[in-house]
């Protein structure tokens, strides 16, 4: 199935819960439904050194 390379939730400024498989488009960084910590795409200018060096630990 093709999608759209242009399109994706998190272009939209959507964030996703990993845990229900859900996309919200709220200004929480945690899911209203379990709690989970969402997920935004990093790679944008919100995006500060500081997310990047915790990004980096999380990966070690
Ligand atoms: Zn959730």
């Known amino acids: 199935m093709r999608v759209k390379k242009n399109f994706t939730p ?8 990993k845990k229900c498989d859900v996309y919200y ?18 790679r ?7 997310d990047e060096i915790r990004r980096k630990k999380e990966i070690d």
Do not use: E
């Open 44 to 50: 944008n200018k919100t995006t500060t050194l500081h």
């Open 25 to 42: 488009s709220i200004p929480d960084s945690y899911c209203p439904c379990c709690g989970y910590q969402l997920r935004t795409k990093a």
């Open 10 to 17: 998190y272009t939209t400024g959507q964030k996703r819960c």
